[in-house]
């Protein structure tokens, strides 16, 4: 059964998680993040996903800004920063995060080309809208969902159902992108086929549902979808 949508992952498949501690180091408010910001922001991810998946195990959602605010503060902790005005900096700067360099021209390719284009995200509505825009990528997507639909946080099948529900597609004839190996793991046992973004050159993850793509950025996707 052929393809005929493509659902993506928002934070470090479309968009940069390390932008906003990267672009914050080089603001003037940003000094003490000068040769630290790197670390602040591995440190800022991980909780965060962390936080995600303990509060969807014990059923204490939160939304998507709130497990962000946490992380950051542990993350700033963790690097000895107590700085109200750069945490209020890096908070508006992770809302608005950058798209990677390749993403508007590969999603306009697969939009022209005539594929249905969505994303599937922790993130809530509003930063999601909101990082949409800022990139200019207003119109290229059928739907944008949020886990805040279900009030759960991915690997969560319900979260992957969304799509089913409201594009009205099989998961047979969607292709399911991401950065991170537990989603691409999640969205495989779901019955998406699946394309893991591998950034960093990492080891595929030990679990169940290993992708069947493997692309180094979005420039590679459409070789698998021929």
């Known amino acids: 059964m052929s393809v005929t949508t493509l659902v993506f992952d928002a934070y470090g498949t479309l968009f940069d998680v390390a932008g906003a501690a990267r ?3 080089g603001d003037p408010a940003g000094a003490a993040l000068a040769g630290r910001w790197p670390r602040l922001a591995d440190d800022w ?3 965060q996903l962390e936080y995600t998946w303990q509060r969807a195990m014990t059923g204490c959602h939160v939304p998507f800004d709130r497990v962000t605010a946490d992380a950051l503060d542990w993350a700033m902790e963790a690097q000895g920063i107590a700085d109200p005005a750069l945490r209020d900096l890096l908070m508006s700067l992770y809302a608005r995060l950058p798209c990677f360099a390749e993403v508007p021209e590969v999603l306009a390719r697969l939009k022209a080309t005539g594929y249905r ?13 909101g990082m949409v825009a800022a990139s200019g990528l207003a119109g290229v997507f059928d739907a944008v969902l949020s886990v805040e639909a279900v009030r759960l946080y991915k690997p969560a099948w319900q979260v992957y159902d969304l799509v089913q529900k409201r594009l009205h597609v099989a998961p047979q004839r969607v292709l399911f992108v991401s950065a991170n190996g537990w989603d691409i793991a999640g969205a ?3 019955g998406f086929a699946t394309a893991w973004v591998n950034r960093a050159d990492a080891p595929v993850d030990r679990l169940p549902h290993r992708p069947v793509h493997v692309v180094k950025s979005l420039a590679e996707l459409p070789r698998c979808l021929t």
């Open 23 to 25: 672009l914050a180091s």
């Open 45 to 47: 991810r991980r909780k």
């Open 117 to 129: 284009l969505a994303i599937l995200s922790n993130g809530t509505p509003a930063w999601l809208d």
């Open 188 to 190: 495989g046992r779901f």
